[in-house]
């Protein structure tokens, strides 16, 4: 560790994620057309647009909005997912997207440069969720659309504690799920207008298996024993928030989902 917090939180990230880049091409979850088309309704794309996706991971919100779009740079922190989504965009023969890595609290780009923002399922690791969104306020011209999607938590205090808990638990480079309210404060902050608000599920084809989900993160053993265990005695209310299903050995579980549609 160092005296950077920041800095610490972005190795925590490079070394999480870095091994299990190839994970995110097939994760059902993050691949998601539904989900990924929603994105793209929200960002309004026009063909001479520019657009940024913040934290690509393999690059799926990129290359759905790619072909909508004159170019896409598809940024993130890790190198790793960078060549994968190089791959993936090579596949589809998508020749205008271009990655690009950097950190989301400070963008290498200039005020007023993209017509569309968006980052998906990644704030939940900024190690400045702050500095991240007034970045993205900067980078994106008058009239361009902001668009977050990410994991969130209720707006109550003991499940905000105990499902950030056990997000950091199985990836210790969690930092923190926001509330919707907590979100509309940061992008109202950054100079922009909210016109889409919802809170739903994120899902992979259904509910979301334990096994699965540690597995792609490759929690160690005595992180799995204990997530077990917190999902088997789960409180009543949490049962509700998760929508925890106990099936023999197996668990099934959602997480909820904030998507946010903005325009500065």
Do not use: C
Not at 14 to 35: E, K, L, M
Not at 44 to 66: C, N, S, Y
Not at 105 to 123: G, H, M, W, Y
Not at 231 to 246: C, H, M, Y
Request: proline share 5%.
């Amino acid at each position: 560790m160092t005296n950077n917090p920041q800095e610490d939180i972005h190795k925590l990230v490079q070394a999480q994620f870095g091994p299990v880049a190839s994970a995110y091409t097939i994760s059902v979850g993050h691949a998601n057309r539904d989900a990924l088309e929603i994105v793209v309704n929200l960002a309004q794309p026009l063909v001479t647009d520019r657009a940024l996706d913040i934290a690509t991971g393999a690059g799926h919100t990129a290359m759905a909005l790619a072909p909508h779009v004159a170019e896409v740079i598809a940024y993130d922190l890790t190198s790793q997912m960078l060549e994968e989504t190089a791959q993936n965009a090579a596949k589809r023969n998508l020749t205008n997207l271009v990655t690009k890595q950097g950190t989301a609290e400070s963008l290498p780009f200039p005020d007023n440069t993209f017509d569309i923002v968006t980052v998906r399922v990644a704030p939940h690791h900024f190690a400045s969720i702050k500095s991240a969104v007034l970045e993205m306020g900067r980078v994106v011209k008058p009239g361009g659309r902001v668009v977050v999607v990410d994991t969130t938590v209720p707006e109550d205090d003991t499940l905000d504690q105990e499902i950030n808990y056990i997000e950091k638990l199985r990836d210790p480079s969690h930092v923190r799920n926001y509330r919707s309210s907590e979100w509309v404060s940061m992008l109202q902050e950054a100079g922009l207008k909210i016109f889409y608000n919802e809170v739903d599920y994120y899902t992979e084809q259904g509910q979301m298996n334990f096994a699965n989900w540690t597995g792609r993160m490759r929690t160690p053993p005595a992180a799995v024993t204990e997530l077990t265990e917190l999902f088997r005695n789960a409180s009543p209310e949490l049962v509700q928030a998760l929508e925890i299903k106990l099936e023999g050995d197996e668990i099934f579980f959602s997480l909820p989902k904030v998507t946010i549609g903005s325009t500065k």
